[in-house]
């Protein structure tokens, strides 16, 4: 009589994890995702206490979670945006589209850094004037 494997079978999970960690290409993909991720919450986090110290407005912050929380909507949740999606992903290589998204991530990332120093030091430069 065959045993049946189900999921909760201890030596059929550790099977499982050790033969996927040992794929060198899922761990270099995790590890890239996780490392995206911090990032993009670390920036995220600084974003919103640059605006709130800067602004002292919560109507400020408020507008700022909106506008980090919209685009994970559609992209997640909403229909057209799973089903523009799958179009891109069936369309295009999956590694052209990770590296292209990436690209633009940090593209957007680096704008943001740079606007925010450029008014930082403007703000800077007009309190020193002004005392």
Sequence with gaps: MMRDRRIGDSQFMGKLRT???KNKNFVLLWGGQTVSKLGDRFLQIALMWYIYTATGSSLALD?????????????TVVPIGTIFGSFIINYYDVNHILIVFGIIVLLSSLSLIYLILKVSTKTQINQLHEA
């Excluded at 507008?63 to 992209?75: D, K």
Aim: charged share 0%; hydrophobic share 70%.
């Design 19 to 21: 033969s996927l960690w």
């Design 63 to 75: 507008i700022s979670l909106i506008c980090f929380t919209i685009p994970m909507i559609f992209i």
